[in-house]
């Protein structure tokens, strides 16, 4: 089977009225979601997929955007498409923004209907369990009584999870990619010294930056600096970019000397110039908060046990941010609570990214699994 | 022998009129050198030891500051003192301020004598070569042909090793705690990020900002939070605090939520009320252009193939700043350059910033080492 490319693809907005209250206690009255869909439905609503996003992701899978110019693949595009891992031809296949984003969906640059004003830093603080709620009330609008799959890496990863124990019978299958079942201290670290750099940024003005029509690009910038180090391993920056000079010699001064230090300050611009600060502080908060065995006095497998689903973990042998060891205890827990688990521990250089590359040993896992999806929903 | 307190001790400043060309071509002509002396040195000027600070350490290594109120202990003092692993009864111990600190030897809070204000980011940067030549015009100074040992932890053991290739035989002992031959991409990445937020800090004003009568304050925290993050290993922050809550639940807020953001941000608070930024700054890009192997293309075999001296190199099993693969890499290089080495792996689990804690199998490999020390010195 030749994979292809599903073309250009326009993304749709789903309005609710229905309030939503949030893990906070804080109540969002009326809010929208952007998404995307690939290919049909089918008459039995059997042949559903939802893709969570990750951090700085978005409802822009896989197909190129109609809005970009050049048009841009989605963040997914190796993995979900026709003749792909997670094919088109045989799934509908659902991304959203999800709610605090900044792609569309209602987050902290939409009008907060109290003010008029833009919501900024007002704009709730949300758990992975409302945007699970949320993206229930999507699928509840496009039909889908139960996900064949819901399936996602890193924060995504942690969204598969939390449906599988909130949503028991509306999941047959979990995939959770390159997770943790919940952050270490050194994981909350990393984020709140981004954070700090977003909050400290003079241009920040308390979140309410749009008012001041500036952005806090040197706190996000230094933020999103700090990520790519901790998605990358250190073998495979070794590899890439080890001591290599950006000229002849040392030059004993502030600017590049260093290759590496030319290719995070390029990432750090970039993602400045496109992403939201307080969508940036909201998606860290959502993963600190992420701790579903709380409930369970600690006890992940009691909490998993209230699971139907089969569930596909996998990891990646050098990724630091959620290393296999985490998602081991994933799986442990999953067969202590006698849950059907299969676990895949890929071996890649490339750290915590990894789950967004093409890799053939990876690829082949998704796509034996989802061979079997499909199986399922014929 | 019971380890006893060397009581207060008062810092000496020595001057040097003669100028010092550093490694980056510029010329310091004339400049200040902070330092402490431990013991007495004996008549054949054998039993000198030289301490050489890392990146926020100073002259004051051991007994109590005369300075402050309420006086501290330096920052060796549970290695270095009467009947301690570094004995001062058999040892004249030396700590200095290297050249660009902010602890009085000359640095950028010094008055440039082009303009009569303070270097600032003016000062040049300087390499760790240049220290040695300096922390060499002060052993002349103090009657020192030949030190028994030099000694460090993490940029201070990358003086020792400097200091056994550049003059062999002024060493005989040279010990490198909790160091690496060179920083790794992603050493220079972390160091990289935590410069951007100086640099980029509106307070910081190109390094000028004594004249503004500010500090760039933002930007120091920040590096020194993330600078914590590398000096503790996962395991013990996981210990120390886990998911631990300031409170008895989430805040959904910015405020500390979690007793790990409370740590950094103290730490980070209290560090940029008393370090300088520029010496930051210097002191990083320091350890980023540490790599003697490249005067060999690469072999460090080679450069320390030119060392006299006996080596101790030592790693903590849980420090991934400098994991004790990279001691391991010194180590390896010595075998092959055929320099006596002995190597001790400690089982710590307390990360990069072991090597400054008590710990009993270090201080007695220490101790035994410095036995020995002392009785080629008698």
């Not at 110019?69 to 031809?89: E, H, Q, S």
């Not at 300050?265 to 307080?278: E, I, L, S, T, V």
Request: aromatic share 10%; charged share 20%; glycine share 10%.
């Amino acid at each position: 089977m030749t994979a292809r490319s599903l073309g250009v693809v326009t993304p749709q907005t789903a309005h609710f009225d229905e309030p939503l209250t949030l893990r906070s206690g804080a109540i969002l009255e009326r809010y929208d979601l952007v998404y995307e869909t690939y290919g049909t439905l089918n008459a039995e609503g059997s042949n559903a997929i939802l893709i969570c996003h990750a951090l700085s992701g978005n409802h822009h899978v896989a197909g190129l955007s109609v809005a970009d110019d050049p048009k841009t693949a989605g963040w997914w595009d190796n993995m979900v498409g026709p003749g792909k891992p997670i094919d088109t031809d045989r799934f509908f296949v659902v991304g959203l923004n999800n709610l605090g984003g900044c792609h569309g969906s209602t987050g902290p640059q939409s009008l907060n209907p109290k003010t008029g004003k833009p919501w900024g830093a007002d704009f709730p603080l949300v758990a992975v369990i409302d945007w699970v709620h949320a993206q229930a009330r999507l699928a509840d609008r496009l039909g889908v009584k139960v996900w064949a799959a819901v399936v996602g890496g890193s924060l995504g990863g942690m969204q598969a999870m939390r449906w599988s124990i909130t949503y028991p019978k509306r999941v047959r299958n979990a995939v959770v990619v390159a997770a943790a079942p919940y952050l270490t201290a050194q994981n909350i670290a990393f984020n709140d010294v981004a954070r700090q750099a977003i909050l400290t940024d003079p241009d920040f003005h308390g979140g309410h930056f749009y008012e001041h029509g500036v952005v806090p690009a040197r706190g996000l910038r230094l933020a999103r600096m700090l990520g790519h180090i901790t998605y990358l391993s250190d073998d495979v920056m070794a590899e890439k970019f080890g001591r290599m000079l950006r000229g002849d010699d040392l030059k004993f001064g502030f600017d590049v000397e260093f290759e590496i230090e030319s290719y995070l300050r390029y990432q750090g611009d970039k993602f400045a110039g496109y992403f939201d600060a307080n969508t940036y502080l909201i998606m860290t908060k959502a993963l600190d908060y992420f701790d579903p065995a709380r409930e369970a006095g600690g006890d992940l497998a009691a909490v998993l046990a209230r699971a139907t689903a089969r569930f596909l973990v996998i990891s990646f042998t050098s990724d630091w941010r959620f290393s296999p060891g985490r998602s081991r205890e994933i799986v442990d827990a999953l067969l202590a609570a006698r849950r059907p688990v299969a676990y895949a521990e890929i071996d890649s250089p490339n750290g915590h990214d990894a789950f967004l590359m093409t890799d053939a040993h990876y690829h082949n896992v998704m796509r034996a699994y989802f061979e079997r999806v499909a199986a399922e929903a014929a």
